[in-house]
């Protein structure tokens, strides 16, 4: 599973639920449904003049917690 490696987000389950308006008696249906996070591969300043690929949510990337390299 794919996972952001500063915050630890990871995809959500959920439900989607159809609003309808045809018929009073039924229920509307709800189905399982996953909620993905918005995951990008950066390179990242690992020390030493080194960089390496790292897999960060992009609220992380807008939080300033990742120093992307030049």
């Known amino acids: 599973m ?3 490696e500063y915050c630890g987000k990871k995809a959500m ?5 159809r609003h309808r308006h045809s018929a009073w008696a039924q ?3 709800k189905t ?3 909620f993905s996070v918005n ?3 950066v390179h990242v300043n ?3 003049g080194t960089t390496r ?7 992380c990337m807008k939080a ?3 120093l992307r390299s030049a």
Do not use: E, I, M, S
């Open 2 to 4: 794919k996972v952001c």
């Open 64 to 66: 300033g917690r990742t």
């Open 13 to 17: 389950a959920g439900r989607t639920h």
């Open 46 to 48: 690992a020390g030493g």
């Open 39 to 41: 995951l990008q591969t």
């Open 32 to 34: 399982g449904r996953w």
């Open 53 to 59: 690929k790292v897999t960060t949510c992009t609220k």
């Open 27 to 29: 229920r509307a249906p």
